[in-house]
């Protein structure tokens, strides 16, 4: 079991201190996982060991060395690597499985005084580890069921009755999304809102965080984006999918609707040609790069650094940012 008190240190005068965690966000294709390498190497040269740890989820996935960009034996340059590949695509890695696993890393790395170098771009992951995550309330069967019987008019209605807040925040299409708040509120007598405040689990309080994110100019990014797909694409990617199709997991499964697969899918079924798939992929990639861009600029705390870039960053200046 991981509580607080497998986070605390103590400094040189005996009083308990926070151990260090650095972490580095930004979307994808912005040089993440090579930037961490070199702070690990960096890091490792001054004496103190150094893990980076996965927070990103489609890197998560075995099944998706090429298509997820995981960094190749050659260039994680012998630093330790964790939570990379470490799921099966027919198990789906929630949020609160990967937090689970990454306290568990980060309190191995401190156990041995190694620096522990967070790095992703899956904002969800990210907030789950610092913050925690809300408690699951007990849905009695027979809620389930009679909710889950309406047509999704019906259901919305009674929505707006019992949780007009949250109903006014759903489309009234979104049936998952509807189901779920009037299950919520019919089991529990209490909002689905006032669950998700409910957070617990979260290492953000016991530890120093020491974060970076990463914000290439926008033009530069989608060049990479684009560029890394067509290599993708020329690497064995094909061959990633095709063995993906072959395990029949459901199109629902995280790992078939992860970035890519869909769209060389479509080509290996013969419904697109290889171009179109390519521009495809190319441009979901960058829609991705996008809503991760606008998720990491606004949503994460205003005194996180921000890191601004085109083609190069200065390693020294990050390693000042990340306190190593």
Do not use: E, H, S
């Given at each position: 079991m991981i509580n607080e008190e497998s986070f605390q240190s103590e400094n040189v005068n005996g009083a308990a201190s926070k151990p260090r965690v650095a972490l580095i966000a930004g979307p994808t294709a912005s040089g993440k996982s090579d930037?961490?390498?070199?702070?690990?190497l960096r890091t490792m040269a001054r004496g103190r060991e150094a893990v980076v740890i996965n927070a990103d989820s489609a890197q998560v996935y075995a099944d998706l060395a090429m298509l997820s960009a995981r960094p190749s034996p050659d260039e994680m340059q012998g630093v330790p690597h964790v939570?990379?590949?470490?799921?099966?695509?027919?198990q789906p890695c929630s949020a609160a499985d990967w937090a689970r696993a990454a306290r568990q890393e980060i309190a191995t790395a401190h156990a041995r005084d190694a620096l522990p170098i967070l790095v992703g771009g899956t904002g969800l992951y990210i907030r789950t580890l610092l913050n925690g995550i809300a408690p699951v309330p007990e849905i009695d069967a027979n809620v389930r069921e009679a909710v889950r019987a309406l047509p999704v008019a019906e259901a919305y209605a009674a929505l707006q009755a019992e949780d007009p807040d949250r109903a006014a925040r759903l489309a009234p299409a979104d049936v998952q999304r509807i189901t779920r708040a009037l299950e919520v509120v019919r089991s529990t007598g209490l909002p689905l809102a006032h669950w998700q405040q409910q957070l617990s689990g979260g290492i953000g309080d016991a530890i120093d965080l020491a974060p970076i994110i990463l914000l290439p100019e926008r033009q530069w990014l989608y060049r990479r984006c684009d560029l890394r797909f067509d290599l993708m694409w020329q690497?064995?990617?094909?061959a990633e999918v095709e063995a993906l199709l072959a395990r029949n997991l459901p199109d629902s499964a995280p790992v078939m609707r992860a970035i890519g697969v869909p769209e060389i899918a479509a080509f290996l079924r013969?419904?697109?040609a290889a171009q179109a798939a390519i521009a495809a992929?190319?441009?979901?990639?960058?829609?991705?790069?996008?809503?991760?861009?606008?998720w990491l600029r606004h949503q994460n705390p205003v005194d996180w650094p921000r890191v601004e870039y085109e083609n190069s960053i200065d390693i020294e200046y990050v390693a000042s940012l990340l306190r190593t």
């Open positions: 930037l961490a390498v070199k702070i690990a939570l990379f590949g470490a799921w099966d695509g027919a690497n064995g990617a094909l013969g419904d697109i992929g190319q441009q979901a990639t960058r829609n991705y790069a996008k809503r991760q861009y606008t």
